[in-house]
């Protein structure tokens, strides 16, 4: 895991969970891990190669009350899922 630089308006960027290549429940375990420690407010962007995490990261969203910003595909084969945290 590690913090992208700020964005050119001056917000920082979002705290990247670096999963490609791990397999479910992983990419959402990061996630949790992540967000667990994140203020409200805070994207977190997670990258991922498991298809299933297409299904599981909004589930996790939906169940944990945090706000699912969708999915983009990303350079380097993986998708990147973005979510901001909620207290």
């Excluded at 705290?15 to 420690?37: N, Y």
């Amino acid at each position: 895991m590690s913090a992208t630089p700020g964005e050119s308006d001056g917000q920082p960027g979002p705290i990247v969970v670096d999963a490609r290549d791990l397999r479910c429940p992983l990419p959402v375990i990061r996630l949790a891990q992540t967000a667990r420690d994140a203020p409200p407010g805070v994207v977190i962007e997670v990258w991922a190669t498991d298809p299933a995490a297409r299904a599981d990261i909004p589930a996790w969203c939906r169940m944990r009350g945090q706000d699912y910003l969708g999915e983009v595909p990303a350079d380097g084969g993986h998708t990147a899922y973005r979510v901001r945290t909620v207290g």
